[in-house]
T-cell receptor
Framework: AQSVTQLGSHVSVSEGALVLLRCNYSSSVPPYLFWYVQYPNQGLQLLLKYTTGATLVKGINGFEAEFKKSETSFHLTKPSAHMSDAAEYFCAVSTMNTGFQKLVFGTGTRLLVSP | DTEVTQTPKHLVMGMTNKKSLKCEQHMGHRAMYWYKQKAKKPPELMFVYSYEKLSINESVPSRFSPECPNSSLLNLHLHALQPEDSALYLC?????????????FGPGTRLTVL
């Protein structure tokens, strides 16, 4: 079964510092991977996704992620954190269940940004 | 327009009440989803509708009853819920083109069962 593991339930950074949120996947087939962000009391918003092709994926709000097959990783980065980046971040892998897409989410990482 | 709307935003109900959650999208998406999200946890899939037909039911108790009246609308009927059903209920939609689909989420309905 496909799954993702997010290392670190909380990550704290200072404003302007590098953001690195870790995600490792387990899959017997080429995975399709997603990063979603959830702001307090809101739904999930897609940041970026990897399907095929270029392994460095650029998303919204200055985020990017690199698919590394050798490391089974899909870590999310942003060069300079803003206060507005404080949120919960979920990594997910897409699976097909009886012909329909099912997203399997990691446990989430809460990003805290201090001034 | 990439918006999924959900009503109500908040709902408080007793264990004997009957209530409904509503979800709407106008993106022409053919798949719609209900998720349940407990505090500090990831979303858990409950149901998937494809072309207005129930395609996946993740062994959800019968006190939750989904309905898809048309391609733009998805309801979740609630009856005889338990306090442990209190959670954020998220609706999502996608084009239903396979496992590279992007699911677009609504803001959710925060349900409290007393």
């Amino acid at each position: 079964a496909q799954s993702v593991t997010q290392l670190g339930s909380h990550v704290s950074v200072s404003e302007g510092a590098l953001v690195l949120l870790r995600c490792n996947y387990s899959s017997s087939v080429p995975p399709y991977l997603f990063w979603y962000v959830q702001y307090p009391n809101q739904g999930l918003q897609l940041l970026l996704k990897y399907t095929t092709g270029a392994t460095l994926v650029k998303g919204i709000n200055g985020f990017e992620a690199e698919f590394k097959k050798s490391e089974t990783s899909f870590h999310l980065t942003k060069p300079s954190a803003h206060m507005s980046d404080a949120a919960e971040y979920f990594c997910a892998v897409s699976t097909m269940n009886t012909g329909f897409q099912k997203l399997v989410f990691g446990t989430g990482t809460r990003l805290l940004v201090s001034p | 327009d990439t918006e999924v709307t959900q009503t109500p935003k908040h709902l408080v109900m007793g264990m004997t009440n009957k209530k409904s959650l509503k979800c709407e999208q106008h993106m022409g998406h053919r798949a719609m989803y209900w998720y349940k999200q407990k505090a500090k946890k990831p979303p858990e899939l409950m149901f998937v509708y494809s072309y207005e037909k129930l395609s996946i039911n993740e062994s959800v108790p019968s006190r939750f009853s989904p309905e898809c009246p048309n391609s733009s609308l998805l309801n979740l009927h609630l009856h005889a819920l338990q306090p442990e059903d209190s959670a954020l209920y998220l609706c999502a939609s996608s084009q239903d083109t396979g496992d590279t689909d992007t699911q677009y989420f609504g803001p959710g309905t925060r349900l409290t069962v007393l």
